[in-house]
Nanobody, 123 residues
Framework: QVQLVESGGGLVQAGGSLRLSCAASGSIFSINAMGWYRQAPGKQRELVAA???????NYSDSVKGRFTISRDNAKNTVSLQMNSLKPEDTAVYYCHANICRHYSGGYACGDYWGQGTQVTVSS
């Protein structure tokens, strides 16, 4: 079993900051990319930011310069520092990780998701 547990969402005024955290636990052999996605009402889920195990990052154009993703490989955690928040950042934010689990004779990798955390930015 593998679990991703998120924390840190909430309500903030425009221009404010929030920090999201996500911890992976369970039978983990290794973790490849980790990231954050978001889904606003009536819209498709979209990538916000991602980070490889080597620390290479990727951001959506809408959050570049405002959000920073980081990870702690020793603790199997990923965080998203969100600054200068805008009302259009309001969404449910989901943690994602590509995790490899060890089995007898090898290992297998798959995509795992957190339960989602609400971020609401008021104008």
């Amino acid at each position: 079993q593998v679990q991703l547990v998120e924390s840190g969402g909430g309500l903030v005024q425009a221009g404010g900051s929030l920090r999201l955290s996500c911890a992976a636990s369970g039978s983990i052999f290794s973790i490849n990319a980790m990231g954050w996605y978001r889904q606003a009402p009536g819209k498709q889920r979209e990538l916000v930011a991602a980070i490889t195990s080597g620390g290479r990052t990727n951001y959506s154009d809408s959050v570049k310069g405002r959000f920073t993703i980081s990870r702690d490989n020793a603790k199997n955690t990923v965080s998203l520092q969100m600054n200068s928040l805008k009302p259009e950042d309001t969404a449910v934010y989901y943690c994602h990780a590509n995790i490899c689990r060890h089995y007898s004779g090898g290992y297998a990798c798959g995509d795992y998701w957190g339960q989602g955390t609400q971020v609401t930015v008021s104008s």
